[in-house]
């Protein structure tokens, strides 16, 4: 990780520090590894945190964001037609909770427990203390 202070004028009129993180990333299956390149800034002042604190802040940001990838990709959410009041709202609310209660029963692949509820409704019912 490199850090650097912002200078002036960026379109970022908050950005303090630039900050650069290389990736190293192995595939399991083949074994080729791969580098990549992020970027990010932040408007916490120089000195104010480690770098270990800053690499924690960009985790978070990335699971927030793999969360809305698991929503979009699984529930299609960006297609979804519900565009007014609070009902968009309550449907992430809702994808959320689905995502999160199939993360509580151990599944690591939503879209997995998601195909598996949906040809087994009666296993989703039960967990909820739903019986038919």
Not at 3 to 22: D, M, S
Not at 53 to 75: C, F, K, N, P
Request: charged share 20%.
């Amino acid at each position: 990780m490199k850090i650097c202070t912002a200078r002036p004028g960026l379109p970022f009129p908050h950005a303090t520090q630039a900050i650069q993180v290389k990736r190293r990333r192995t595939d399991r299956r083949t074994g080729k590894t791969t580098i990549v390149t992020i970027y990010a800034i932040t408007s916490l002042p120089p000195g104010r945190t480690t770098h270990a604190q800053l690499a924690m802040l960009i985790r978070g940001h990335w699971s927030i964001e793999a969360l809305h990838h698991t929503r979009d990709v699984t529930y299609r959410e960006d297609a979804s037609r519900i565009r007014t009041g609070t009902a968009p709202r309550i449907m992430a609310g809702l994808r959320n909770l689905a995502i999160g209660l199939a993360r509580l029963l151990g599944w690591t692949n939503i879209t997995s427990a998601t195909d598996h509820y949906l040809s087994h409704p009666a296993d989703g019912l039960h967990l909820l203390g739903l019986t038919t």
